[in-house]
């Protein structure tokens, strides 16, 4: 794979604000939600705080499989990263993501039962730019 495509790949991750998370529901059909984008250098697992209560994380209980979309609009690029997603409820890893200002949406603090994460391990991705697309392997990114 073209290392420069590569690269482009790791930069629209590590820059987007935003992540596009879609799951499946129960009738088969995607559902996607936009989260925001928790900073990490590992290009094969990626990290989401988000409601234990939530449609989404009911979703991923019952069907792991899921993708992570990540875009730079004015330039037209855009990386799909397919693969499975976990819910993890442990406190320690809780406590790794958890940011100043969550209370607002989460007032138990830390241990809050509603609060969550969601492990996003990668398998491929599918990269979108120039009017081309190029689909690689996430152990040739990495």
């Known amino acids: 794979m073209n290392e420069t495509v590569k690269t482009e790949i ?4 590590r ?12 009738e088969g ?9 928790i900073k990490n250098d590992d290009m094969q697992v990626f990290y989401f705080s988000t409601n234990m209560s939530s449609k989404r994380v009911q979703q991923f ?9 990540y875009c730079n609009e004015k330039k037209f690029k855009g990386a799909l990263f397919s693969g499975t997603m976990e ?3 442990d406190n320690e890893i809780k406590k790794r ?15 809050d039962p509603d609060y969550c994460i969601l492990k ?3 398998e491929t991705v599918n990269y979108y730019h120039s009017l ?10 990495i």
């Open 61 to 69: 209980l019952l069907n792991r499989k899921a993708s992570v979309y």
């Open 10 to 13: 790791r930069a629209l991750r």
């Open 87 to 89: 819910v993890l409820e």
């Open 97 to 111: 993501f958890w940011n100043a200002g969550d209370e607002k949406y989460y007032s138990k603090g830390v241990t």
């Open 29 to 37: 059909f995607p559902q996607i939600k936009c989260m925001f984008n």
């Open 120 to 122: 996003f391990t990668a």
């Open 15 to 26: 820059n987007s604000r935003f992540a596009y998370i879609a799951s499946v529901n129960e």
């Open 132 to 141: 081309s697309n190029s689909t690689l392997m996430i152990t040739e990114l």
